[in-house]
């Protein structure tokens, strides 16, 4: 997520060129410099959040939010978010309310629901809903440890 | 401790009319928000820390120079279940603060949705409990219901 393509990369009054992957669109490349980041991946969870904090050059920041889940190669993406702000404030309630749950696709390292599947029966979809429904809450609830404690190395660099 | 007020990020208490030594800015992180910063000094920290038990929590009550609590909660597992899950909180009022305690779910706040080691899991989630409740009964020096004597 944090990309720094070495071709592309340059120092310039001490920022490099960064580029974020976006889902359905072209990664969002701005000059600047990462400022905070939290990597939510330990040995028990299937999918975890990435974030990083960034601030531009210009004076504005970027947001970069990843769902990765484990792959046999070490990770691999699920969602992807990057935004840019103008100010400070919309940036930090961008991280304060982020939909982590949201992230979470059914069958992605998650149960899936066999919608389509006229053989499923209601207590199929029952247990399957609410297996997605406990991953998404440890998802999130994974998200918001991540983003408190982002937020508060953001608050310790006097940002 | 920080020398001065901290930057944006952070939600200040409200703050005393006049400085008052001995009483630094704190930043205390939050669950899913921007951290808490007090004017504060600790009152007293504790914790329930057991040998051979990975899970413990941390209360740290601090008093703000405004003349408020404020109370830091950290639930810790091994560093292979994840970060700590740390929240702050403030109040004016000594029985509010306790009452919060007492009605928070230490395991509600930790609890991974991955059950593979489910009886392990839920034993250590009742011994979690019963720790946090110990706790909880030597801070406020109360018999907490459900507790066994020590």
């Known amino acids: 997520m944090n990309a720094i393509d070495p071709a592309l990369a340059r120092a310039a009054e001490g920022g490099l060129l960064i580029r974020l992957r976006r889902d359905g669109a072209p990664p969002l490349r701005f000059a600047g410099r990462k400022l905070a980041a939290q990597d939510g991946a330990c040995a028990q969870a299937g999918l975890w959040h990435e974030i990083g904090f960034y601030a531009g050059r210009g004076g504005d920041w970027a947001l970069g939010i990843t769902l990765w889940r484990a792959s046999p190669r070490g990770r691999a993406a699920v969602r992807c978010h990057a935004w840019r702000f103008d100010t400070l404030e919309t940036a930090?309630?961008?991280?304060?309310?982020?939909?982590?749950?949201?992230?979470?696709?059914?069958?992605?390292?998650?149960?899936?629901?066999?919608?389509?599947?006229?053989?499923a029966t209601p207590l199929t979809l029952a247990l399957r809903a609410a297996g997605l429904e406990r991953v998404r809450r440890d998802v999130a609830r994974r998200y918001r440890i991540g983003a408190g404690a982002l937020l508060a190395a953001l608050a310790w660099q006097g940002k | 401790m920080r020398p001065g007020p901290p930057g944006p990020v952070c939600e200040i208490a409200p703050r005393a009319r006049t400085a008052l030594p001995g009483f630094g800015w704190i930043v205390?992180?939050?669950?899913?928000?921007?951290?808490?910063?007090?004017?504060?000094?600790?009152?007293?920290?504790?914790?329930?820390?057991?040998?051979?038990?990975a899970w413990r929590s941390e209360i740290v009550i601090y008093e703000t120079a405004a003349g408020l609590l404020a109370v830091s909660l950290c639930h810790a597992g091994t560093a292979e279940q994840g970060p700590p899950w740390r929240d702050a909180f403030l109040s004016d009022d000594p029985a509010a603060l306790r009452a919060a305690l007492l009605a928070h779910d230490p395991v509600a706040a930790i609890a991974p949705c991955r059950d593979d080691d489910l009886a392990g899991g839920a034993r250590a989630a009742q011994r979690f409990a019963a720790i946090w409740r110990g706790l909880l009964g030597a801070l406020f020096g109360l018999r907490v219901p459900g507790m066994a004597a020590a």
Do not use: K, M, Y
Request: with cysteine; aromatic share 2%; charged share 25%.
């Open chain 1, 92 to 119: 930090v309630v961008a991280v304060e309310t982020h939909d982590a749950a949201g992230d979470v696709c059914p069958g992605i390292a998650a149960p899936e629901l066999p919608l389509d599947d006229a053989a």
């Open chain 2, 28 to 53: 205390l992180q939050r669950d899913g928000r921007r951290p808490l910063a007090i004017e504060g000094r600790v009152v007293l920290t504790a914790d329930n820390a057991c040998a051979g038990f």
